[in-house]
C-alpha cells in the first residue's frame, strides 16, 4: 500500500519568514515527487517538481528531496499572504505504474500579515 | 486557466437522477483522469485514460461510469448515488510517455452535492 504523509496543519508563519512543508513516503521505487499547491475551492496547480536527491530551486520555492530517507520538502521563503493555501505532496508510480499517483492529505498554510 | 474545462462547475443532485459531468482538455495530451476529492481526504485516482482506452479503475462503485470518446474528452456517468459521494470531481490531462516525469494538469472541478 503506497502512503503519502503529511501534516494537515494549519502551519502559520508570520510574513516575510521561511514555510518549510514536509512530506513522506512509503514506496522505495518512487522517482519523482511533486508539489501542488491548491487555494480555498480551487484545483491544484503544480508549483514543483524534483526527481533527484538534493535540492532544486524556483524563485522563492525550494524542493528537497532524500530518497534514502523517504522524504521530500517545500521550503517558502518571504512567505507572502498570497501563499496562503493548501499544499499538496504527490507521488506518482513506484510499483503502481507512473500514472497512479497518490497525494497526501495536504498541509494548510496560513501566512500572518 | 490550464487548459482543462470542466461542466457543470456546480450540480445538485437527487439520488434517483442521472447526471454527467464533462471534462475538456485543448493540450493536446494523451492521457486523462478523474479523481474524487472529499473533506478531510486524500485527492482519490478514480479512472486513467491512456489514447481513449481506460488503464485503471480504481476500485470505483459502478454508479460512476467513465467514457472517453477521444483523447481530448472525458465524461462521467453518474446514477443513483448516495450522499457520501458528495465531493469535489476533478479532471486531469497529461502527456504520457515512459519517464515518470509527465506533469497532470487539472480542471476547475465539479462541486456535487447528493442529496
Known sequence: ?113 | ETGVTQTPRHLVMGMTNKKSLKCEQHLGHNAMYWYKQSAKKPLELMFVYNFKEQTENNSVPSRFSPECPNSSHLFLHLHTLQPEDSALYLCASSQEGTSGEETQYFGPGTRLLVL
Open chain 1, 1 to 113: 500500500q503506497k502512503e503519502v504523509e503529511q501534516n494537515s496543519g494549519p502551519l502559520s508563519v508570520p510574513e516575510g519568514a521561511i514555510a518549510s512543508l514536509n512530506c513522506t513516503y512509503s514506496d522505495r521505487v518512487s522517482q519523482s515527487f511533486f508539489w501542488y499547491r491548491q487555494y480555498s475551492g480551487k484545483s491544484p496547480e503544480l508549483i514543483m517538481s524534483i526527481y533527484s536527491n538534493g535540492d532544486k530551486e524556483d524563485g522563492r520555492f525550494t524542493a528537497q528531496l532524500n530518497k534514502a530517507s523517504q522524504y521530500v520538502s517545500l521550503l517558502i521563503r518571504d512567505s507572502q499572504p498570497s501563499d496562503s493555501a493548501t499544499y499538496l505532496c504527490a507521488v506518482p508510480g513506484g510499483s503502481g505504474g507512473y500514472q497512479k499517483v497518490t497525494f497526501g492529505t495536504g498541509t494548510k498554510l496560513q501566512v500572518i500579515p
